[in-house]
């Protein structure tokens, strides 16, 4: 399961305008589909390569990359405190069970932090939201950072002077993985009438020459992501360097597995991966 608490303020790069990005304490990578190039659909944690867009300026950039401004517990700009949890309020690790007594004692003790004003008041956010007594240039609650629209990325791609190369390289992932979306679409209509989808795939001239650029990108600056770096070259129809590349990896990575049986078959269209939960009667 996938949970946040608080956010993280950070500025844009360029303007400073400053966004509130939830933290992920917990996260579930799973998904209704996972595919040999990294898509997944319905993600329950989808980082999108951590590309960002700022809502003010436009600007374009990784999230790594913006201004740590500070810790809130909430979106809204006069809550900007750090929260944690009080201690009280925390389970001890060498306790088994719950007891009424343990229960009484620790709703005692929150009602005692209530009181001495542990909680924000309500006005903090409900009575002062969208009243006229804020800036009007200051809106109550931070902005969240966009996430680049998929109908963008061939202009960003077309533009690599404008970016640093490890932008780019997220970019250029971003775009393999939506230009691949059409033969997806293809790929589960053949499935569902029980007929082999990878006949339908063939690389289009935009689409190996955006692999080749980004193969160049992920070995100077990202040697160590096999697994994508030997599924580029598997559907860039370079089997052999795609087995090469993964023959350290452990026979239970079922990612790498899916890879390298497709690559011994030879086929080079991207694959859906299955797990070993999913059901052997059906492929997704």
């Known amino acids: 399961m996938t949970r946040f608490s608080g956010y993280r303020l950070l500025g844009c790069p360029t303007c400073q305008t400053v966004h509130a990005v939830a933290n992920a304490v917990s ?3 799973m998904s209704f589909e996972t595919w040999t190039d990294g ?21 374009v950039f990784l999230e790594r990359e913006a201004k740590f401004m500070g810790n809130a517990r909430t979106r809204w700009r006069n809550d900007d405190e750090p929260y944690e949890i009080p201690a009280f309020l925390l389970r001890p690790a060498n306790e088994p069970t719950w007891t009424w007594q343990s229960v009484r004692d620790k709703l ?3 009602t005692g932090w209530v009181m001495r004003g542990g909680l924000p008041a309500p006005s903090t956010v409900a009575d002062n939201a969208g009243t006229a007594a804020a800036p009007a240039d200051v809106p109550f609650q ?12 061939a202009s960003l791609v077309a533009k690599p002077a404008d970016y640093s190369e490890p932008l780019m390289l997220a970019i250029r992932a971003l775009y393999w993985r939506y230009l691949n979306d059409p033969y997806r679409d293809t790929a589960r209509r053949l499935i569902e009438k029980g007929r082999d989808p990878a006949v ?13 650029a980004l193969l ?6 990202r040697p160590e992501d096999v697994l994508i770096r030997a599924e580029l070259h598997r559907e860039l129809g370079e ?5 090469d590349l993964m023959n350290d990896l452990v026979s239970e990575h079922e990612e790498a597995n899916a890879i390298r049986e497709a690559a011994r078959h030879k086929i080079s ?16």
């Open 27 to 29: 996260f579930n990578l």
């Open 39 to 59: 898509q997944r659909l319905h993600s329950l944690m989808d980082y999108r390569e951590g590309v960002r867009q700022c809502s003010s300026c436009e600007h």
């Open 108 to 110: 005692s003790a929150l």
């Open 142 to 153: 931070y902005p969240e950072l966009y996430q680049v629209r998929e109908s963008d990325l």
């Open 200 to 212: 339908a795939f063939t690389a289009s001239e935009l689409q190996i020459e955006n692999m080749r």
């Open 216 to 221: 160049v990108l992920l070995v100077k600056h």
């Open 239 to 243: 089997f052999t360097a795609a087995i």
């Open 269 to 284: 269209a991207p694959t859906l991966i299955k797990y070993a939960w999913q059901s052997s009667s059906k492929t997704f």
